[in-house]
């Protein structure tokens, strides 16, 4: 059968290349409203972007201004306003609420020791730079989206950020004491301060925990507060010492912090992916110090935001334990009465309106409208992620962008309701959009303007298809439910052609994937495959029982739909059926190698990128040890120990079971520093491959977590499973 399908690396890297030049939108804050000398009102709107360098194997980051003319209800002009520059050593940066300054916490390498500045910056002057590092006041500040903030005071007279508590400097029993031991720039730094680094003896090797997955040696945050006229540096006092503290912000009047404070007794588990961990909000008082706890403490918190008007504080609220990404409830504090109210609760099943429940663990830094009655909320509603506003007072919800076109929108931020927002597809690459908010009752449509276009691929064509499953793979505690899944294809297809087809079942398992601009999806849709997307039961943004049918399912109904997907698909005689091939990372992973096992004729090739492979084994690897448990099917409590018959069970489910059966080709994508999947799950995979003459190539990716996402990682994982492809499709 006749193919075309791109074949020579250099053509493949080629297209990589050209097409991992488009950037990603990671932020935006819109500046204070000047009125011109003609009377017309502008404002600036300052982003951030995010793309890959090959040539220097690394993500860079920079920004772009725009001018945003406008009458406070449409944007009447607009354009950027210079050209994009390169952010280099920030960590964290913020306007202050006027638009007069900017703090920054920069880190620079002096002298080959690196040393991170808190800077304040007032028109075209750097007025103060503290070295943080020489302070010694705490540990590296936290830059992370977990904890880290950096936030002005309403006063402008403050700043607050999270750092990691000062441990003392660790000293051997022998270690003579000589003026050598300690360093130059030490030395200098103790004598500027005027003291010498306390020390302390037989703590050199002590394990501290930390957060886990892509927050390694985050252990014991602390709140730090500037004064800025004083430079002088504090930690608050008053935080619970069980209490892991972030996601800051001043209160009204400044009188105290609000903050998220995460139980870590009687032991820390990974964060990342993982809203479920118990955690609280917490008000702490300037003054006395006094701690008050502000939601119940019996369930998962995040993402905080005070309203405009300073009175009501909006956050997002979960189960602790169970799936580790679930619906959502809205929850609000009033500051005033104290009271707490569900805004939005969990959506068992969507609704008539199409409306899924909210799927969050982050809302966007600026999420009010101006008249603190109304919450935006990006997330993905089914295979597309929507932008929803709810109206606290009565808790509904329409989305402003069910009836655009199709695709993934993302808030950024909102401003006076002027609303930014990255809008992409899975054939158009990230563009910056702004609009304004329409009134309170209003059924208009937001009037959305292109600050930043992108090039659309006419090359790719996409669709989301639904598939109901049959009568015998239905779950009998939930029955009912469907699922969907995402196909690219190229657009032009010669006559007599069949596609090679890629099947590709998500990680989590409950995440999704939604409508967005996907890099190697696209690049392998343009090289000539067909790519399926499935989004399979116990995915997220199908409603909250779709999340709970997978829990003691794994390796079963996940497995079954993604067969079932593809099954159907190929019956519509537009694929070629003998040169299908399966590629998951994580979860995906471990849904990819069930497969092979349990269809051993299927699949021509395999990829796993750090998969997870025997659940009986990672349980006491994993820094998520909960996850194991609860896909398995248990209930988690941090006493578990372990039981043979829940260990039997957990082997059971997984593909290793399955092993035996497996002639699928396999390449294996793994990243020496996973803390999620530790590559050990993929080194016992590659050993029962050897063992049983399978095929198998490892790829071993040094200086990686789970996500392998390093410019280099990325880009050489990308190209040996395109050559994967191509040699085992044989194409
Ligand atoms: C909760 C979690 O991290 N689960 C992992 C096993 C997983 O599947 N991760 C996903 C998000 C991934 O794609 O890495």
Same mark, same amino acid.
């Given at each position: 059968m006749e193919s075309q399908v791109m074949t020579n690396p250099e053509d493949i890297s080629k297209l990589y290349r050209e097409l991992s030049l488009f950037p990603s939108l990671t932020r935006a804050d819109v500046g204070p409203v000047i009125t011109s000398q003609y009377g017309g009102k502008y404002s600036n709107i300052y982003t951030e972007w995010s793309q890959r360098d090959l040539e220097r194997s690394e993500n860079v980051k920079f920004c772009r201004q725009y001018i945003v003319f406008h009458d406070d209800k449409s944007v009447v002009y607009s354009g950027p306003s210079g050209n994009c520059t390169e952010i280099k050593g920030e960590l964290l940066s913020k306007d202050s609420p006027s638009g007069d300054m900017k703090a920054v916490v920069r880190e620079s390498n002096i002298k080959g020791e690196d040393k991170q500045f808190l800077e304040i910056w007032s028109k075209n002057i750097k007025v103060k730079s503290i070295n943080l590092t020489a302070l010694k006041k705490h540990g590296k500040v936290y830059e992370d989206d977990q904890f880290g903030c950096l936030v002005w005071s309403h006063s402008e007279t403050h700043l607050l950020y999270v750092a990691e508590r000062k441990r003392l400097k660790a000293q051997s029993f022998f270690q003579s004491v000589s003026p050598e031991s300690c360093s130059l720039a030490d030395e200098e730094e103790g004598v500027k301060m005027g003291k010498e680094e306390e020390t302390t003896k037989g703590e050199q090797f002590v394990f501290y925990e930390d957060w886990g997955e892509t927050l390694v040696s985050k252990s014991s945050p602390v709140l730090c507060v500037l004064d800025i006229e004083g430079s002088n540096v504090s930690v608050l006092e008053g935080v619970p010492d069980n209490i892991s503290p972030g996601q800051a912000f001043w209160a009204p009047s400044d009188t105290g912090v609000v903050f998220v404070g995460w139980w870590h007794e009687p032991f820390r588990l990974g964060l990342k992916y993982s809203p479920n961990r118990r955690s609280s909000l917490f008000y702490v008082d300037l003054t006395g110090g006094q701690c008050e706890q502000l939601s119940s403490g019996s369930s998962a918190v995040c993402s905080p935001k005070l309203s405009p008007d300073q009175c009501r504080i909006i956050y997002l609220e979960c189960a602790v334990y @169970? /799936?580790?990404q679930q619906c959502s409830r809205l929850c609000m504090y009033d500051w005033y009465t104290k009271r707490t109210s569900v805004v939005v609760d969990v959506v068992k099943r969507p609704r008539e309106d199409g409306f899924a429940g909210i799927y969050s663990s982050s809302l966007s830094p600026l999420c009010w409208s101006a008249d603190s009655q109304r919450i935006l909320v990006s997330c993905p509603q089914g295979s597309r992620k929507d932008l929803l506003l709810v109206e606290t007072t009565t808790g509904s919800v329409t989305s402003l962008t069910s009836k655009s076109p199709g695709g993934s929108w993302s808030l950024l931020t909102i401003e006076r309701d002027l609303m930014v927002v990255s809008w992409s597809s899975p054939n158009c690459p990230p563009s910056l959009r702004v609009g304004f908010l329409p009134l309170c009752g209003s059924s208009e449509e937001v009037d959305w303007v292109m600050l930043e276009e992108s090039q659309t691929q006419p090359d790719i064509d996409w669709q989301i298809l639904n598939f109901t499953p049959p009568p015998e793979q239905d779950n009998s505690q939930y029955p009912g439910l469907d699922f969907d899944a995402l196909l690219l294809k190229p657009k032009d297809v010669k006559e007599g052609v069949k596609l090679p087809l890629i099947v590709t079942p998500h990680g989590g398992p409950h995440s999704v994937i939604v409508a967005d601009w996907l890099l190697s999806s696209s690049v392998l849709c343009r090289m000539g495959f067909a790519i399926l997307l499935v989004n399979y039961?116990? *995915?997220?943004?199908? @409603?909250q029982d779709s999340i709970l049918s997978l829990p003691g399912n794994v390796g079963t109904q996940d497995v079954k739909d993604v067969q079932f997907a593809v099954e159907s698909v190929l019956r519509g005689g537009a694929f070629d059926e003998q040169k299908v091939a399966v590629a998951g990372g994580s979860h995906g992973g471990f849904v990819a190698c069930h497969l092979i096992g349990q269809y051993p004729e299927f699949y021509k090739a395999c990829v796993a990128r %750090? /998969?997870?492979? %025997?659940l009986a084994s990672m349980i006491g690897s994993t820094d998520i040890p909960d996850w194991c448990m609860v896909e398995a099917g248990y209930n988690y409590s941090t006493d578990c120990l372990p039981d043979p018959a829940v260990w039997e069970q957990m082997l059971n489910m997984s593909p290793i079971k399955h092993v035996r059966q497996v002639k699928t080709p396999v390449l294996l994508t793994l990243g020496e520093d996973d803390k999620r999947v530790p590559p050990k799950q993929g080194i016992e995979y590659y050993r029962a491959l050897k063992a049983l003459q399978v095929p198998v190539r490892l790829l071993w990716y040094p200086? %990686? %977590?789970? *996500?392998? *996402?390093?410019v280099d990682a990325e880009s050489d994982g990308f190209m040996n499973i395109a050559l994967w492809m191509t040699q085992h499709l044989s194409l």
């Open positions: @169970g /799936p580790h039961r116990g *995915s997220i943004g199908y @409603g %750090n /998969p997870v492979i %025997n200086g %990686n %977590n789970h *996500s392998l *996402s390093k």
